[in-house]
């Protein structure tokens, strides 16, 4: 019954608050309204990273290779349906076949050179789609898994990913 004389006071009182701080900044005295806000990208993209980041950041962007899109694109998709271009997870752009990219070795997703330097570069190490680590364990290191699930159910083959 008296909820909504209220809601109307708020909102009116909202409107005067707004109406005074906006003379108040026009004439210099509140600088609540910024003019320049940082662009998201700067902020995200400031940061320095340590030099342990940017030595295991350049490891592992030499281990990755670096292919032509419209390559990968032919390697990846043999059907001959019209699909559309993947979009590359951390720009939000489609791929085109101008376009540099760099495939994982673990889930064979790719993205656009630059996009994932500048992942790698923050210390993100994890695909940026999936999650799962960018390069392949070594291959000393599966042998165990390897033995382990043949004496368990017979098949190593579903360990071995191929992309």
């Keep these: 019954m008296y909820l909504k004389p209220v809601l109307i006071l708020l909102h009116l009182l909202h409107q005067i608050f707004y109406l005074i ?3 108040l900044h026009r004439i210099g005295l509140n600088p609540i ?5 940082p662009d998201n990208e700067e902020v995200i993209f400031s940061a320095e990273p340590s030099p ?3 030595a295991a950041a350049a490891s ?3 281990q990755l290779p670096v292919v032509d899109y419209i390559c990968f694109f032919k390697s ?3 059907g001959g349906g019209r699909e559309q271009p993947p979009v590359c997870a951390v720009c939000l752009q489609f791929m085109e076949a101008r376009d540099q990219v ?5 889930c064979c997703h790719a993205f656009h050179v630059s996009c994932l330097d500048r992942w790698l570069d923050l210390g ?3 695909c940026p789609l999936c999650r799962s680590t960018l390069l392949p364990p070594p291959a000393g290191s599966q042998r165990g898994l390897l033995l382990l699930k043949l004496l368990i159910t017979g098949e190593a083959s579903s360990l071995l990913r191929s992309c």
């Design 124 to 126: 993100r190490f994890s």
């Design 102 to 106: 760099r495939e994982l070795g673990n």
């Design 60 to 62: 592992i962007k030499s």
């Design 52 to 54: 342990a980041v940017k």
């Design 33 to 37: 309204f910024q003019t320049a806000l």
């Design 21 to 23: 701080s906006l003379i």
């Design 76 to 78: 990846k998709h043999t």
